[in-house]
């Protein structure tokens, strides 16, 4: 199933202008196995001067994680922090959540009460799920935009970790990852894990951390699909597997049919339904003059459009698929057959 969402829509001709801010408020998605240290990084988001004011979102059935210094006061399963933030404990519908927090913005409220959303998952959660309610709830999309999903690991015990399928589903489908507690592990070590990773998912920088102590900054920025070019370890169309999953990637040089594109996409969607866990990457469409994005969880996708080519910029389509059973040839035979002619 395809989703098109926001304002600059392929599918939408009339009055495009991709360099326009996006007006709904930014999400990321914080993951990783227990004990990984996301409550310890959420910790240090809402401790440093950054600027910013987060709406908290934790989707535990415990306690809500956040420090008892941080926290003035709860009413409504919604807790005001000293920093201005507000924290929500997930128990029931994320949906409803969602909802209630976009009341403590315009027009409900004169000024915001947050600039952006961080939830933090519960250590055992698919990050998928999630994904697909901002993809699938019109409402939810209407409004919100995942920037990136922050996948955590636990340099020490990873190997542990991904022993479950839930802990290796968190890497694969992260913008970004973060090795934490670095400082239990030696150089050798902390180098076997990284080359793990980059096989699990070989489009996400990864970031060394004692404590969580990490560049917010560079945490939360926005994580559109990187550059197959600028990935040094990703060999394009060869598929790697590790751990049960597979990667694919794909580089065309010719610029692709737009409606033979989406139909494409559907059928690899259809073709490996949950297999597939994760896609992204940048679409050259013929005759438009910015870069599409592709966002895709399963059987739901969104083609967005991003900025526009610059002039001496190779107009290159370069796509990632991580999943299980992938067969190579069918992706293959499937952007080949995109070409525009």
Same mark, same amino acid.
């Given at each position: 199933?395809?989703?098109?969402?926001?304002?600059?829509?392929?599918?939408?001709?009339?009055?495009?202008?991709?360099?326009?801010?996006?007006?709904?408020?930014?999400?990321?998605?914080?993951?990783?196995?227990?004990?990984?240290?996301?409550?310890?990084?959420?910790?240090?988001?809402?401790?440093?001067?950054?600027g910013?004011?987060?709406?908290?979102?934790?989707?535990?059935?415990?306690?809500i994680?956040?420090?008892?210094?941080?926290?003035?006061? &709860?009413?409504?399963?919604?807790?005001?922090?000293?920093?201005?933030?507000?924290?929500?404990?997930?128990?029931?519908?994320?949906?409803?959540?969602? !909802?209630?927090?976009?009341?403590?913005?315009?027009?409900f409220? !004169?000024?915001?009460?947050?600039?952006?959303?961080?939830?933090?998952?519960?250590?055992?959660?698919e990050?998928?799920?999630?994904?697909k309610?901002?993809?699938?709830?019109?409402?939810?999309?209407?409004?919100?935009?995942?920037e990136?999903?922050?996948?955590?690991?636990?340099?020490?015990?990873?190997?542990?970790?991904?022993?479950?399928?839930?802990?290796?589903?968190?890497?694969?489908?992260?913008?970004?990852?973060?090795l934490?507690?670095?400082?239990l592990?030696?150089?050798?070590?902390?180098? !076997?894990?990284?080359?793990?990773?980059? !096989?699990l998912?070989?489009?996400?920088?990864?970031f060394?951390?004692t404590q969580?102590?990490? &560049?917010?900054?560079?945490?939360?920025?926005? #994580?559109?699909?990187? &550059?197959?070019?600028?990935?040094?370890?990703?060999?394009?169309?060869?598929?790697?597997?590790?751990?049960?999953?597979a990667?694919?990637?794909?580089?065309?040089? #010719?610029?692709?049919?737009?409606?033979?594109?989406?139909?494409?996409?559907?059928?690899?969607a259809?073709?490996f339904?949950?297999?597939?866990?994760?896609?992204?990457?940048?679409?050259?469409?013929?005759?438009?003059?910015?870069?599409?994005?592709?966002q895709?969880t399963?059987?739901?996708?969104?083609?967005?459009?991003?900025?526009?080519?610059?002039?001496?910029?190779? #107009?290159?389509?370069?796509?990632?698929?991580?999943?299980?059973?992938?067969?190579?040839?069918?992706?293959?035979?499937?952007?080949?057959?995109?070409?525009?002619?």
């Open positions: 199933m395809c989703r098109i969402v926001g304002p600059h829509a392929p599918t939408d001709t009339s009055g495009m202008d991709p360099s326009s801010e996006d007006p709904r408020t930014p999400v990321t998605l914080l993951t990783g196995w227990l004990g990984a240290g996301k409550t310890t990084l959420v910790n240090r988001i809402l401790s440093e001067p950054h910013q004011k987060f709406a908290v979102l934790v989707n535990e059935f415990g306690d994680g956040i420090d008892d210094r941080l926290v003035v006061r &709860s009413k409504d399963q919604m807790v005001e922090l000293q920093n201005g933030c507000v924290c929500c404990t997930v128990r029931g519908d994320l949906i409803q959540s969602l !909802k209630r927090l976009r009341k403590r913005r315009p027009p409220f !004169k000024k915001p009460t947050f600039d952006r959303v961080l939830i933090e998952t519960t250590g055992i959660a990050p998928a799920p999630l994904l309610t901002f993809l699938l709830e019109a409402e939810i999309a209407t409004y919100y935009q995942v990136a999903v922050i996948g955590m690991v636990d340099a020490k015990h990873h190997s542990i970790a991904l022993n479950e399928p839930s802990a290796v589903e968190q890497i694969a489908l992260a913008d970004v990852l973060l934490n507690k670095i400082d592990s030696s150089i050798i070590e902390i180098e !076997k894990t990284r080359k793990r990773l980059r !096989k998912n070989p489009t996400a920088p990864i060394n951390a969580a102590a990490v &560049s917010i900054a560079e945490i939360l920025q926005s #994580r559109p699909p990187r &550059s197959l070019q600028k990935i040094s370890d990703a060999h394009h169309t060869e598929e790697r597997p590790h751990d049960g999953i990667t694919v990637s794909l580089l065309e040089t #010719r610029p692709l049919d737009e409606m033979k594109v989406q139909l494409w996409l559907g059928a690899c259809n073709q339904g949950l297999d597939l866990i994760r896609y992204k990457g940048f679409i050259h469409l013929a005759d438009r003059p910015y870069r599409a994005i592709l895709g399963y059987d739901l996708y969104q083609v967005s459009a991003g900025e526009e080519w610059k002039k001496d910029e190779p #107009r290159n389509t370069e796509l990632v698929f991580i999943g299980r059973n992938l067969e190579k040839d069918f992706f293959l035979r499937g952007i080949r057959a995109c070409v525009a002619n």
